[in-house]
């Protein structure tokens, strides 16, 4: 049973295995730090030990807080290799370093034969963050079926060996749970990103992003923000972007492999005037766009939760999804806080979703209020990794 205690908490030492290919620890800090925030892992008090697989290989600490140890690893497109690497060089180098995990912290099910060795010889409290659905996921990308094969092996395998589920909103609750997890094992906390960036979001201004690219103040802004993967569905967005009046104006927020293949197909459907491909945009300056952002629209094939609706909603952006479990979660079924796309729908039938949105009315201003007031009560959920013992 998962047990939570609030006042006065102790510094924990925490181990994170993970992988981390764009090198963020070295060259990201202030990101990785966000993120740590964002999972509630209470980086202003606790010590980490991360152990990363990554592109280089290296050992470097970030004051007496924060270390980490890279291995450099060829297996980066086969996973079980580094699974299995992972059964003797985590409990190995964590032993070496002296270092004494409370919790360790694992994001993939692959880690935790290793986070078990861990836990037999420290005591320690193995915690599975699930904040994706690994199984849907791996289905949208290449060789799809293998790797959801793969992560359904892992699954059903090695989900009863963690001892506390940590995860995001309800629909992940029920998925976690469905993979074998006992409910009073599965904690559900806040992934608030509104809070933490706090600050940034008071300083962000409207007009920024129309004035950094030359956008008319007559033209509307669609915005979107996901990785560009297979799994955010922004091929079938641009295709409906492409049907819609010429004065619109759509800004894509992200990086991903998909890149050069959407920029080709903007090309060839003549958008290239009209769609922003923005890279990697930091958190000091993400605000901006949901402030100069006329709807927020993102029709993702899998999705667990979607934080940016959470941003948008906030925001006061009007915002469409998809039929992608978390999405309808924060949207709500029936218009409660934004709308749904089905799979099928016509293109007309989307453009008087989309004009709606963007038409003042008394209907669509009550779903705003009702939206924001849903992220505040999320967002209040204040449980930490700090609360929780066995």
Known sequence: MVRYTTM???????????????????????ELYKKLERDQLRPDLNNFFFFSWGTVSYVK???????????????????PCIDFLSIVMVPYTVKKSGFKPD???IYDLGFVVPA???????????????TNMPEVYSRTRRFGKIKAFYSSILEHLFVRMVDIGYTINETMKKYIMNIGIDEQKVVVFASDTINRDMVHLKASKKGIVRRKYAIKDNSKIILS??????????PRL????????????????GQGSLKKELQEQVKHLGLTERVFFTGFVDRTEIWDYYHDADLFMLLSNAEALGLVFWEAMYMGVPAIGSTA???????GQHGERGLIVEPNESIDSIKEKIKFMLTESDKRNIMLAQAKHYVEKEIA????????HQ
Request: net charge neutral; aromatic share 14%.
């Open 8 to 30: 006065n908490p102790k510094p924990l030492n925490i181990l994170i295995v993970n992988t981390d290919w764009r090198n963020i620890f070295e060259n990201g800090f202030d």
């Open 61 to 79: 600490k970030r004051d007496e807080r924060f270390s980490s140890v890279h291995m450099k690893t060829i297996w980066r497109s086969f996973k």
């Open 103 to 105: 919790v360790i912290f």
């Open 116 to 130: 078990r060795i861990l836990k037999w010889m420290y005591g320690s409290t193995v915690v599975f963050c699930m």
């Open 225 to 234: 923000i996901g990785r560009l993967e297979a799994e955010k569905g922004f």
């Open 238 to 253: 641009l295709n409906i972007f492409a049907q819609l009046d010429p004065s619109f104006t759509f800004i894509i927020l």
């Open 325 to 331: 479990e978390g999405i309808v979660e924060s949207l």
């Open 381 to 388: 959920n204040t449980v930490t990794i700090n609360d929780l």
